[in-house]
């Protein structure tokens, strides 16, 4: 029997960005290294300052650099000290940076406030309450009034007494005398002013500040949800993705009473979408696991295109401490099933009391430039709520300023030894037809000690080729993303059915491919 025949069947020739426990089909002695995000030195990049953000400037938005005029815009939300109103009076804000890094919160026309005729704001309250998660999609082909889409969750009538009751250019429905809490969608010319069009396409499941459970309604959700044009995803159908929280029963140890959710846990579903109106039943796709700690939940998911499939930026809610940090996830069709190779946190929080040291909240997309992959986030000082048992659930204000951190491209994590030192790891992967291909490498060698990475062909019953085995590697010392594999037998495979046998000491092998 060979011994590939107890495993499954993994037909990905290309692994160059990442890979993942399925393209091995044997291993030894060989572990994950999660890239650390960097963060960006001038960090933070916009603090409060006005009134309207002087609690927060907060994310919960879209940071990205606009492909018509080159642009980096942010669409985000931003929170008074004002805790007697319901979420801080969340308003849509918004900015503009030449370079990503220095932002100018422009003077405009749209939402004045007492003593500031000229704001960043773009949707007040009187506009349909308050306003949160918005994901602006840009269509650069489209007709001009359509070349900005966004999908924003608004609250009619909140903050009490100020909010309108409805979505200013929605139509109500006979006998509706206000707007439900959920998503809407809305068109621009220019980014800045906006038409709402239709909604809500998703309503949001919640009383007060507390999320409700089970998600009986086939377009609900929670106080999150972000979308996507199925082309930012590498699918070529049309349509649209969206990845949202919904809440489920709690499993059995994971009860956190001081949690504003303690009878139930928050995790990932997907719906699709062929004409970003009308969706799909929501489908749980990333959810806690034997290899999470007992109060792992999962709050955002932010997915992006690279060369071998998917990677996505995954906020994870630590609910005894009240924090979120970020994992990195993998996905090989197209962002239905997720692979958590490491569990580790890519971007810890910081110390409590600084920027970052409670709660890292992502923007939508992460945003590839100049050879960086780029998130913008909101850095609390405090936590979600109170964790000391006196008050019971609750949720405490936001304070908190919009840095980034970023990884190298294709740089995201790696298969290392597990025992390190001199003691090196395996794997091998499936055998596949890679007659007349050529290996390229994406990986680096240690500089502080001379490490060593070898691969060689075997076939179908573990056995080296003739001209690839081990001894026949040419060894190479240094740092590439597209290294070409060489044999004293060519730098071809010789023939199908093969498989790639890895041995890695200290050294880091982030992916490979045939080409």
């Known amino acids: ?251 059995p140890g994971g009860l956190i009473p001081h949690d504003c959710f303690p009878w139930g846990r928050r995790v990932i579903a997907r719906r699709t979408s062929p004409d970003g109106s009308v969706w799909s039943n929501p489908e749980v796709i990333i959810q806690p696991d034997w290899r999470d700690p007992h109060d792992q939940q999962f709050m955002e998911l932010a997915p992006k295109k690279v060369d071998s499939g998917l990677i996505g930026l995954l906020s994870c809610y630590n609910v005894r401490e009240h924090t979120i940090d970020w994992q990195l996830a993998g996905s090989v069709d197209g962002g239905r099933i997720w692979s958590r190779v490491s569990r580790q946190p890519t971007l810890p929080v910081a110390p409590m009391g600084d920027y970052g040291g409670g709660m890292l909240w992502p923007t939508r997309e992460l945003v590839e430039h100049d050879g960086r992959v780029y998130m913008y986030y909101c850095g609390t000082e405090g936590i979600h709520g109170d964790t000391t048992y006196a008050a019971g659930p609750n949720i405490y204000p936001f304070y908190g300023a919009i840095g980034r951190a970023s990884w190298e491209v294709d740089r995201y994590w790696a298969v290392v030894s597990g025992a390190g030192g001199p003691d090196a790891g395996s794997f091998t992967t499936h055998p596949q037809a890679v007659g007349g291909k050529q290996l390229v490498l994406n990986a680096a060698t240690s500089t502080v000690a001379e490490g060593e990475l070898t691969a060689e062909l075997i076939d179908a019953d573990g056995n080296a080729l003739p001209g690839f085995s081990r001894d026949d590697y040419q060894p190479w010392h240094g740092d590439s993303k597209a290294q070409v594999a060489r044999w004293a037998g060519g730098d071809t495979a010789p023939r199908d059915n093969v498989a790639v046998r890895f041995s890695i000491q200290r050294s880091r092998l982030y992916g490979f491919a045939w080409r």
């Open 1 to 251: 029997m060979s011994v590939y025949e107890l495993v499954p069947s993994v037909e990905r020739l290309n692994c160059l960005s990442f890979i993942i426990d399925e393209d091995m089909a044997i291993r030894d002695k060989v572990n994950w290294r999660m890239e650390r995000a960097v963060q960006d030195p001038a960090n933070p990049l916009l603090e409060p300052f006005y009134p309207w953000d002087n609690g927060a400037v907060f994310t919960h938005g879209s940071v990205l650099r606009d492909p018509i005029d080159g642009l980096w815009k942010a669409w985000y939300i931003s929170t008074s000290t004002d805790t007697e109103h319901f979420e801080n009076a969340r308003c849509l804000t918004y900015a503009t940076s030449e370079d990503g890094v220095n932002w100018t919160r422009p003077e405009l026309d749209l939402c004045p406030r007492p003593g500031h005729p000229r704001t960043n704001i773009l949707f007040d309250w009187d506009s349909g309450g308050i306003s949160m998660y918005a994901n602006v999609l840009i269509h650069p082909d489209a007709e001009p009034d359509r070349r900005y889409e966004m999908y924003c969750m608004r609250g009619p009538g909140r903050p009490e007494g100020e909010g309108a009751d409805f979505v200013r250019g929605i139509e109500p429905r006979p006998g509706e005398e206000s707007h439900p809490f959920g998503t809407y969608r809305y068109f621009s010319s220019d980014g800045i002013n906006w038409t709402a069009q239709e909604g809500p396409l998703m309503k949001t499941q919640t009383v007060g500040l507390r999320m409700t459970t089970p998600y009986n309604d086939p377009n609900g959700g929670a106080d999150q949800a972000s979308y996507y044009t199925n082309e930012e995803l590498g699918i070529d159908d049309g349509g649209y993705t969206l990845y949202q929280k919904i809440g489920e029963v709690m499993h």
